[in-house]
Every structure is written in C-alpha cells, then in structure tokens.
C-alpha cells in the first residue's frame, strides 16, 4: 500500500510560480511511475506531468509543456511539480498519483493510487 500526501499549493498572481511536493509512503517508491494529474470545477480530470520510476522518461500534456518541471528524490519518496508562468486556466485541485509500475504513463486508469489533492488557485 503506498500513500500519498500532496503539499505546496496555494494562491499565486498569474505568471508566478509554485512547487508542489508528494510525499509518498512505502518502500516500493522508488520502483513506481509517479504522475500529477489536475481537475478544474465542472471539469473532468485531466494529466498534466509523468516521470518513470528512474526519472526518465518524463511525460507533459500539451498546454504546460516549457512551463512546468516533473521531477522526483527516491531518496526521500518525493516527487515534485515546479510550475511557472501560471496562468489562471491552471487554477485546479492537483492530485499526485502512484502506477504501481515502473514506466510512466499518461493514462490515469495505469493509476493504483492517489493523494487528496492540493488546491491551486491563480489570479489574473
């Protein structure tokens, strides 16, 4: 069983940037795909960022691509999201998520466990 904790989110002026952290519980850590997906209000759940168990291959949808960083430290079962340039469209809940395999993906159905979310409000 992994859990997840996300942290690090907040309200920011449009253009700011934030990092959110998960941490993860479990010794398996290291070994699973990790991803952060967001869900906006009267939205249905969308990815945003991927990383593979080793850190590479890292998987980004579209619209944050050049603006946000994936990133992990299996040495203290965390990984990360750095966002900059926020615009108000990235206002949501984010949630981190563990596949419970070793290659990333962008499917959210690969996904065997989730955090609560963190909420990310920006302003304009």
């Known amino acids: 069983q992994v859990q997840l904790v996300e942290s690090g989110g907040g309200l920011v002026q449009a253009g700011g940037s934030l990092r959110l952290s998960c941490a993860a519980s479990g010794r398996t850590f290291s070994t699973f795909a990790m991803g952060w997906f967001r869900q906006a209000p009267g939205q249905e759940r969308e990815f945003v960022a991927a990383i593979s168990w080793s850190g590479s291959p890292t998987y980004y949808t579209e619209s944050v691509k050049g603006r946000f960083s994936i990133s992990r430290d299996n040495t203290k079962n965390t990984v990360y999201l750095q966002m900059n340039s926020l615009k108000p469209e990235d206002t949501a809940v984010y949630y981190c998520?563990?596949?419970?395999?070793?290659?990333?993906?962008?499917?959210?159905?690969?996904?065997?466990?989730w955090g609560q979310g963190t909420q990310v409000i920006v302003s304009s």
């Open positions: 998520a563990a596949t419970g395999r070793p290659a990333a993906t962008m499917r959210s159905d690969f996904y065997r466990y």
